[in-house]
């Protein structure tokens, strides 16, 4: 079935330095989405991205994060200073459309650990 | 916001025994409930879903309830089998949404041979 591909799978970083999270959503869909996940728990929302423009954003989605699609290559999550309490597994999704076609497709996961 | 609390975290059943886990919602504007499956260390699966304007939902072994007037949701799981292990995700997502889904907490289910 349609794949989203998230790189890296696993990075490792020192608090306080930056982060970019890739995704490579299915090749003709449109809306795009940021989940994180804390150690198998709550899968929380974190912002969706349509048309190159954040839709919507959760109070998770603190300053420090920002997404974007630049030239439709990867769909990124960079956190920017990262903090202890962003260590997750952050998941990509994409969805063709909204309503009747928003069946959301999720990627494989990158695992994040802020030392 | 939307709320859903997903009510087993934990189900253990015997392989070929049924399954079922429940969520309930709390935005009545909800009108499109899917589940998600998750194996150890990998993505979420989509398993099925429900929009409001029906009650139940089958696909082969798996069927969905959807009580509207108690903001409540099902999964059923019928002859189950070892594969079936893993966690559960229940969600809800409001019409005219961003397509933002709220999720539930997880349950995680074990199919014991």
């Known amino acids: 079935g349609p794949k989203v591909l998230q790189i890296p799978s696993h990075q490792i970083i020192d608090m306080g330095q930056m982060v970019t999270l890739n995704c490579d959503p299915v090749?003709?869909?449109?809306?795009f989405y940021w989940y994180k996940q804390i150690l198998g728990q709550q899968m929380e929302f974190l912002v969706n991205?349509?048309?190159?423009?954040?839709?919507?954003k959760s109070k998770l989605f603190k300053d420090q994060f920002s997404v974007e699609r630049p030239d439709g290559s990867y769909f990124t999550l960079k956190i920017q200073p990262t903090a202890l309490e962003d260590s997750a597994v952050y998941f990509c999704?994409?969805?063709?459309?909204?309503?009747?076609?928003?069946?959301?497709?999720f990627g494989e996961g990158s695992k994040l650990t802020v030392l | 916001g939307e709320k859903v609390e997903q009510h087993e975290s934990t189900l253990s059943v015997r392989e070929g025994d049924s399954a079922v886990i429940n969520c309930t919602y709390t935005?009545?504007?909800?009108?499109?409930f899917p589940w998600y499956k998750q194996e150890a260390g990998k993505s979420l699966h989509f398993v099925i879903d429900?929009?409001?304007?029906?009650d139940r939902k089958q696909s082969q072994r798996l069927t969905v309830l959807l009580d509207k007037k108690a903001k409540r949701f099902s999964l059923h799981i019928t002859a189950t089998q070892p594969e079936d292990s893993a966690i559960y995700f229940c969600?809800?997502?409001?019409?005219?949404?961003?397509?933002?889904?709220?999720f539930g907490q997880g349950t995680v289910l074990s199919v014991i041979p």
């Open positions: 090749s003709n869909h449109l809306y």
């Open positions: 969600a809800a997502r409001a019409t005219g949404g961003n397509n933002k889904l709220t």
């Open positions: 429900i929009r409001s304007n029906v």
């Open positions: 999704a994409s969805s063709l459309g909204r309503r009747s076609t928003g069946q959301l497709y």
């Open positions: 935005d009545t504007a909800s009108s499109y």
């Open positions: 991205f349509y048309n190159g423009k954040v839709m919507e």
